[in-house]
C-alpha cells in the first residue's frame, strides 16, 4: 500500500551498481577535506585546550556545549549494528588526548563570537583548519576569528561515532580547510501567523547552529498578530499581539544573545506597509481599508489592512516603529517588508485619494517615498535595508544600490533583480518554502492543496542552483539564502518536525557549494546518509528531526535508491 | 509571500454573507441533538454520581479521567477574548451538582469497556442518551452498555468552556440521543518502516478515544522489520525487528488493555504472503527471492523477498505464526494483509517453480490454498478475517463471504469489492492516507514527490462518502473507514502532528453519517470551529495537534473562509 504497484510496469534496463558513500559524515561539507584510514579514538580523559587570551565568556560556553556533545551525542555509524562491530578494529588504536584551539597571528585581540555573528555580512571570517593526526596525542583547531573557532567546534563534534564505550573515527589522519561559499545562509521563521515562544525559537537556533545556518531572519509581525513589545510603541504589541503572546525587550535580548553565542545573526523584519493590519488595533488612523470586504480584493489573507503610506503623519509613525525596532537588534541588516502591497485597498481609501489628489503624486511616488524614507532612517543607524522582490518587480521602486532584495515568488525572479544590479538572497517558494504542500489553511475550501504545491523536499532545496538564470556577471550578486517557514499551519507542536532535517539541505549548498571537496558536484545520493548523521544529531540533543526513511534504508546507505525494475520473463512469454 | 498575488486577478462575483456556526462544537457531531440558550455552569462541587452496581474498574477510571479532564481543559471559547466576555451571562446562572450515570434496564450486568469494545462488529452497543437539564441539579447518562457510557462521558467532556473560573455552557438545556452510523472507526499504524515506542501507541489510542475512533488498526510487521515477539516464535521478532524495538507480549497486553479501556479494539496485521522479507532473518528457508536485485522488479519497497506460499511448509509455519498472534489478541478480527504479492519473485524462484511443476497447479490456486489456511485457522479461533483489496481485485482469490476487505488503491476501488459482495472497511489512498505529499523516500530521486500526491488534507478526508460509487443495495457491505499512517518518513518526532486533527475528519464521517442533527449535509465549513475546539482540547491534554489556521481566523469562525474577490475601479477604468 506503501507504493503503486511497480512491478505492473516494468522497464528493460541495465542495472547500474550503486556507490555507497563513505562513513565521514559531516554536513555541511567542508570545503577542503582530507582523510585517512587509520583507527582513532577519544581518550577518556579528552580535553579541550583553549589557547586564547582572554577568551570571551561564549567561547568558553561553547566549548562546554562541545564537551558535551561529544559525550552525550551516542552516533552509531549507519551500517547493521550501528557500528559494534568496529570495535575489532579500535583494538591498540591511538588516542586523541586533546583539541588545542588558538586564534592565527592575523585575528588579533578575541571578541565575543556574538560580536563577529552581527557583524556586517562582508566582514565576517567564519574560515577554521582543523588537523586530527593519526598518531593522536593533540588536535588542533585554528581560525582567524571566535567565530570561525565556533564553526571548527561544531565540525570537530561531527567528526566521532559511538560504538561501546568507544567514541572514534576510522578515517584518521584528518585535515580540514573550511570557511562559507556563500556570507547569508538562513532559516525565516514568521511568529505573526501563529506564536512560538521563546524556548522553540531557542532550540531552532540550536539546531540552526549545528549546521552552521548563520542568519534568523524574524518575520515577527504581520496582519494576523503584532507580537513584537517596541520600546516607545508599547501599545502596538499590547493590542495587536494575541492576549499576551508578546515577545518583551527581555525576550528579545534572551533570543539575540542566545543566537549570537551560537554565531547567528537576528535580522527582525517589520513588513511594511502590507501585512499590518494588526496595527490597526492601536493605530486606526495609519491603516487603510481596515477589515474590508470580501477580503481577497483587499489582501492575500486576511485580515484585509495596510499602512496608509501616502500620509507623511503615517510615514514619520512607521519610520519612527522601524528605527525603534533596530535599535532593539545588534545587526546591521533590517527588513521593512514591502511584499504583496495590495493596490485596491489605497484606490477605495478616501484618505490616499485625497493625498493624490493634493498633492498631484502618484501611488507610485508615494510608495518609493515611503520605502526611501524607511530606509534612510535605517541607514542613519548604520544599517543595510532589506526588501521582499515585489517593491522592485511589481511596484518598480527605486531602491539604493546597497539594499537586499528578497526573491520569493520563483527563483526565476532573480534575474530581474540581478538586471536591476541589487544584491540577492534566495528565498525561492519554488524550492525552500517549508509550509508548502501540507493543504489549504483557507476556510470553506473542501478541495483546496496550498498555494504553492507540492510539499518542497529536501532533495528539491538541496539541488537548488545559486546562480541558475544568472549571468557570470551578476553571480557576484548572491549573497546566499534561506528556507522559509510561514506559520499558517505550523506552531510549537511542529516547529521541529516540518523544519529538521530539510532547512540544512540549503545550509549545505550555500555553505558546501557546488562541489564537495572531491570535486564531484553535490548529489542527494552521497548526501542523504551525512543528512542522517545530522538528524539522528539532533534527536539525540532534544530536536525532534524526522525521518527521511524506513530504519532498514538509513542503516544500508544505497540500498533504497531508485532504480529501473527489469523485466522478468512471465510463463506466458515461453 | 502566502499565497499567490489574488489581488491580480479579480474576479466580478456578488459577496456572500458568511454563515458562523453555533458555538456548541462537539467532535463527532452526535447523531440527534437539542440544545437551548440557557446559561449553565458546573458547580465547584460538580460530582459524577455512578449508579451501576459492580462497575468494572476500567468504567470508574473513564469516570476519573473525565473529571480530571473538566477540570484541566481550560478551553476558552473560540471568540476574540476566549469567552471572557460570557462571565457577565454566568452571572445567577443556574449550577449543574451531578451528572448520574446509569445503565439501563434491558443492558443486564456490567461488562468491562475492554470487553464490550472487543465484542464481534455486529454485536457492540455505543448508544448511549445524555440529559443536561437547564435548571442545573442533575444531568443524566444512560446507555445499554458501559461502552455506550464511555462514548457518554466522551460527549459530556466536550460540552463545556472555561473563563475565569467558570465551566459552563451557554446552550443548555442539552439533549442528546446517541450511536455510530458505522461500526468500524478506524486508525491504521505501521510500527514496521519505523518503530514507535508503547508510550507513543498509548497517547495515539488516548487521542483516538477523543473523537471516538474505535478500532486500532496495527500493521505491526513488515519487510523492513519484524518488532512482534510472538509466544512459539520469539526467534522471528528477535532476529528481524530493529535491534531491541520489540513489542513483548506485556507490551502488547498493555496496549490491548489500554486501548479497550478506551473503547477501542486493537486489529493486528500480519501482512502475507508479501511485505514479509523481514522473516527472512529466522527462516531463509521460507522467504523467495530475498534481496534479489533490482528490488524494483521484486518489490514496492526494498528489501525484496516474500513467503513462499506454494510451499507446504511456509503455509503450515505462517498459519501457526498467524494463530500465535491471533491467540494475542482478544479482537474478533484479524488482518493477513495480501497487498502487492510481487510475482515475478516467484517465476524466478526455483523451489516455487518446482512445487508448480511437481503439483501441476498455478500459483494463483496455490496463492488461494494459502489464504484459505490462514483464514481456515483464524475461523477455528472464532476470529473474522480482514485482507487488503488486492487479494480480490488483482489475484481473484476466492474467500469466504463474511471476510473484511480493505480498499486502499482508491475509492472506486469499493465497487468491485460490492460486487463479490464482500464487506467494505474504507482506506483509500486518496482519501485517507496521512503521509501522501510529503516527498519521496527512496533515495538517489533528486526531484521525487511521494507516489500519491498531494497531501490529504483534512477537508479531503471531511468530505468522502461512504456510498460513492456503490449501488443501494451494496451499502450495507459497507462497515465503515480507516485514516491510514505508512512510517516511511514517520517516527516519535512527527506522530502527533502528521495525525492529528486530521484522523478526526474520517471520525465523524463515519460516527456522524452524511447529515449533521439538524438534517443539514457535513460540510467543511461549519465543521472547522468544532475541529478547532477538539483540537485545542488535545493540545491541553499532551497530543501535539496542529494548528490548521493562523489564530486569527480560528478565533474568528468563518472570516477566513474562502470567497471571490470583487473588481475595485482602479483610476485607468475612469
Chains 1, 2 share one sequence.
Not at 570557511?179 to 532559516?187: D, I, M, T
Not at 531557542?202 to 549545528?210: E, F, I, P, V
Not at 486606526?284 to 507623511?312: K, V
Not at 525552500?432 to 501540507?438: H, K, Q
Amino acid at each position: 500500500m506503501a507504493r503503486s504497484r511497480i512491478w505492473q510496469y516494468f522497464v528493460l534496463s541495465v542495472y547500474a551498481a550503486i556507490s555507497i558513500p563513505g562513513i565521514l559524515c559531516l554536513w555541511p561539507m567542508p570545503r577542503s577535506l582530507k582523510a585517512g584510514t587509520t583507527s582513532l579514538v577519544l581518550s577518556t580523559s579528552f580535553s579541550i585546550d583553549l589557547q586564547v587570551q582572554d577568551a570571551p565568556e561564549d567561547l568558553q560556553q561553547a566549548i562546554t556545549r562541545t564537551q558535551s556533545y561529544l559525550r552525550n551525542d551516542n552516533l552509531g555509524r549507519l551500517v547493521v549494528g550501528r557500528g559494534t562491530s568496529d570495535l575489532g578494529l579500535l583494538q591498540g588504536a591511538k588516542e586523541l588526548q586533546s583539541l588545542r584551539v588558538t586564534l592565527s597571528n592575523e585575528a588579533g585581540k578575541a571578541r565575543s563570537i556574538s560580536s563577529e555573528a552581527t557583524a556586517p555580512l562582508g566582514s565576517r571570517s567564519e574560515e577554521y583548519s582543523l588537523v586530527i593526526p593519526s598518531a593522536g596525542s593533540t588536535a588542533t583547531l585554528i581560525a582567524n576569528s571566535t567565530l570561525g573557532l565556533f564553526r571548527g567546534l561544531t565540525t570537530f563534534e561531527q567528526l566521532w561515532y559511538t560504538a561501546g564505550e568507544a567514541t572514534y573515527t576510522l578515517e584518521a589522519p584528518i585535515r580540514i580547510i573550511d570557511s562559507p561559499a556563500f556570507p547569508y545562509r538562513g532559516l525565516m521563521l514568521d511568529t505573526a501567523r501563529n506564536f512560538f515562544p521563546v524556548s522553540d525559537i531557542k532550540r531552532t537556533l540550536d539546531a540552526m547552529s549545528w549546521a552552521k545556518i548563520n542568519q534568523f531572519h524574524w518575520h515577527v509581525t504581520d496582519s494576523q498578530s503584532f507580537p513584537l513589545e517596541i520600546l516607545g510603541f508599547t501599545e502596538v504589541a499590547a493590542k495587536g499581539a494575541y492576549s499576551n503572546s508578546i515577545y518583551s525587550p527581555e525576550d528579545v535580548k534572551d533570543i539575540v544573545s542566545y543566537a549570537g553565542a551560537r554565531g547567528i545573526d537576528v535580522v527582525v523584519e517589520i513588513d511594511t506597509p502590507g501585512h499590518t493590519a494588526s496595527i490597526h488595533e492601536s493605530h486606526p488612523e495609519h491603516i487603510a481599508c481596515y477589515d474590508s470586504s470580501p477580503w481577497m480584493t483587499f489582501t492575500n489573507e486576511p485580515m484585509a489592512g495596510q499602512l496608509r503610506f501616502a500620509s507623511a503623519a503615517t510615514t514619520n509613525f512607521t519610520a519612527g516603529l522601524i528605527e525603534a525596532t533596530a535599535r532593539m537588534f545588534p545587526s546591521s541588516l533590517f527588513s521593512t517588508g514591502g511584499d504583496e502591497v495590495n493596490l485596491p485597498c489605497y484606490q477605495l481609501d478616501v484618505e490616499t485619494q485625497r493625498i493624490l489628489n493634493a498633492t498631484g503624486q502618484t501611488l507610485q511616488q508615494k510608495l518609493e517615498m515611503f520605502v526611501q524614507t524607511l530606509h534612510g532612517g535605517l541607514k542613519g543607524l548604520g544599517k543595510t535595508p532589506i526588501v521582499w522582490e515585489d517593491l522592485i518587480l511589481t511596484h518598480n521602486v527605486t531602491v539604493s544600490n546597497d539594499t537586499i532584495v528578497m526573491v520569493w515568488s520563483s527563483s526565476s525572479a532573480a534575474e530581474g533583480i540581478a538586471a536591476k544590479n541589487l544584491q540577492i538572497v534566495h528565498a525561492p517558494s519554488d524550492y525552500f518554502y517549508l509550509d508548502c504542500g501540507a493543504g489549504e489553511w483557507i476556510g470553506a475550501d473542501p478541495d483546496g492543496n496550498s498555494w504553492c504545491d507540492p510539499f518542497k523536499t529536501w532533495q528539491r532545496a538541496y539541488i537548488f542552483d545559486p546562480y541558475e538564470n544568472l549571468t557570470e556577471s551578476h553571480q557576484h550578486l548572491v549573497l546566499g539564502g534561506e528556507q522559509v517557514l510561514w506559520s499558517e499551519q505550523s506552531g510549537p507542536q511542529n516547529l521541529d518536525s516540518i523544519i529538521w532535517p530539510r532547512a540544512a539541505a540549503s545550509a549545505e549548498v550555500f555553505w558546501t557549494g557546488p562541489t564537495l571537496p572531491d570535486g564531484t558536484p553535490r548529489n542527494v545520493q552521497s548526501a542523504l546518509p551525512r543528512l542522517y548523521d545530522l538528524r539522528f544529531r539532533m534527536v539525540q540533543r532534544g530536536v525532534d528531526a524526522i525521518p527521511l526513511q524506513p530504519l532498514w534504508c538509513a542503516l544500508r546507505p544505497g540500498a533504497c535508491d531508485l532504480m529501473d525494475a527489469v523485466k522478468v520473463p512471465s510463463p506466458h512469454d515461453r
